[in-house]
């Protein structure tokens, strides 16, 4: 016993020394300071190309050529004037409608279309640009990543169901779980400085950052729509605003800033954004009236009525909101209808109950019965798989609860599962996204005249003065472009 305790301690003495060396070794960029820091920057940019792929496929990328020139443009400009100008900096824009923009360690900064699409100019986004590269350089993510392997918390990312069934839903990646990293005031405040400072050292005003964190705050506030992710992941301290018009001003008074000169680019920014998809785009698949229906594959399948959803390019989440069930459908590995089903048991050594042959609605089908047991905590979970042939595919079904709460649950499974079907409604399969449509303001008013002489329904003029980052009664003139919103195809 004494001498595994020795070892014990041995082994503690070491980590404790690398750890005081890796400190010793740790100079933050930003600040000069050393600082407890458990992941050197080759670790970082390896964490971020093992991350990259799991959150395109979480996402998916939105396909637009002017806007991707346009952030690499941008972002490889900024990197080169930023505390860490050899870093190798990626850009993204992610197909998702939710109003957000994060980094994680290594270069690698996201946009999504949603914030994109409430930017009203250049500066704006060139602020948060600045903000999240900010993230990388003073190595905030890395920082806490450090924090929580100390304190051992766990990196996952939500998902709708409960951790019972995280190993099916495909978040389990230690990567994602970067972005849901909650970021401390001091870091966001720093963040926000080093906005201000790159965002002004690459031309551009950076008073329109503080003006779009209002934006933000009326997202946040507005009835029935949900906290914008950028505000839940980047806490708003109450001066935000002020602070940044303050930095900004400080930033403009600096020897060789040409302040008169700094750019905004307005209608350079709306015109690149002409046709962006705006919100949830139906063609990726969508909820409606207790039914699934996706265009582009051409299917369906009935929802549980009452639980809660989630639809991402890799499934689809159903639960119900006491969490004790999954239903998801994903695309299934093999070739076979009977290769996949063995791929699916082996890769979750799971226990096969039984299988059977069966169709599905005239689709060749194979139905499995199958358990994973989990002898550590006494509990076994049920699933109930039906790997479906479709065209050239193979879709899996799967429905899982503990195995006392199963039959609770089956009837639900079966009824999605089994009326799987063709959708042939064209009303269904020719339905379009929203899409961005840039207006000229045909005469001289308020913001709500001219919503209104462009035809935008009155019940979504208080959506639209946010999106254009306006209130309803600021004054616009004649020939100012404006954002609407339409289902026609607008300049893309």
């Known amino acids: 016993m004494k001498s595994i305790h020795l070892k014990f301690y041995s082994k503690v003495a070491l980590v404790l020394t690398l750890m005081v060396i890796c400190w010793s070794c740790a100079v933050n960029p930003v600040t000069g300071k050393k600082e407890l820091m458990l ?75 949603g914030i994109m699409a409430h930017f009203n100019n250049e500066a704006e986004f060139a602020g948060v640009l600045g903000h999240e590269i900010g993230h990388v350089t003073a190595r905030h993510s890395a920082s806490q990543y450090s924090k929580q392997v100390l304190a051992q918390g766990a990196l996952m990312a939500g998902v709708i169901a409960s951790e019972d069934f995280r190993n099916y839903a495909g978040v389990a990646q230690q990567g994602l779980g970067l972005l849901f990293l909650k970021f401390g005031r001091d870091d966001e405040s720093q963040s926000d400085r080093l906005g201000v400072e790159y965002s002004t050292k690459i031309g551009y005003d950076a008073h329109e950052m503080a003006d779009f964190f209002q934006t933000l705050k009326r997202l946040s506030a507005k009835s029935g729509q949900s906290i914008p992710t950028f505000m839940s992941t980047h806490p708003d301290p109450a001066d935000r605003y002020n602070n940044v018009h303050r930095l900004a001003e400080k930033w403009q008074s600096e020897p060789g800033v040409n302040k008169a000169s700094l750019k905004i680019n307005r209608n350079q920014y709306l015109q690149m954004i002409d046709g962006l998809v705006y919100g949830e785009d139906p063609r990726q698949g969508y909820f409606e009236n207790n039914m699934f229906y996706h265009p582009e594959m051409k299917f369906q399948y009935p929802v549980p009525t009452g639980w809660r959803t989630n639809n991402t390019p890799q499934q689809v989440q159903m639960a119900p909101t006491d969490n004790k069930a999954l239903l998801q459908l994903t695309l299934a590995s093999g070739n076979t209808l009977s290769e996949a089903a063995n791929s699916f048991v082996t890769q979750g050594k799971l226990q096969t109950i039984n299988q059977r042959n069966t169709r599905v609605n005239g689709y060749t089908a194979l139905a499995l019965t199958s358990e994973q047991i989990d002898e550590q905590n006494n509990r076994a979970i049920r699933i109930l798989s039906y790997f479906i042939q479709f065209n050239n595919l193979i879709l899996q079904f799967n429905g899982m609860a503990l195995r006392e709460d199963f039959p609770r649950y089956e009837r639900f499974f079966l009824n999605t599962m089994t009326n799987f079907r063709t959708l042939t409604d064209q009303s269904k399969i020719n339905i379009a996204p929203e899409r961005i449509a840039i207006k000229t303001v045909p005469l001289n008013g308020t913001l709500q005249q001219a919503l209104s002489r462009l035809s935008v329904p009155s019940n979504r003029h208080n959506e639209l003065a946010i999106l254009n980052g306006m209130e309803l009664s600021d004054r616009v003139t004649k020939g100012m472009l404006l954002k609407t919103v339409t289902k026609q195809h607008a300049g893309k």
């Not at 020139?69 to 860490?84: L, V």
């Open 39 to 113: 992941m050197g920057e080759g670790q970082e940019r390896a964490l971020g190309l093992e991350s990259d792929p799991g959150i395109i496929a979480n996402f998916g990328l939105y396909e637009d050529d002017e806007m991707q020139k346009f952030i690499n443009e941008k972002g490889k400009e900024m990197g080169a004037i930023s505390h860490r100008p050899h870093l190798e900096y990626q850009f993204r824009i992610l197909d998702s409608p939710v109003v957000n923009a994060f980094a994680v360690p290594g270069g690698f900064v996201y946009f999504t279309r």
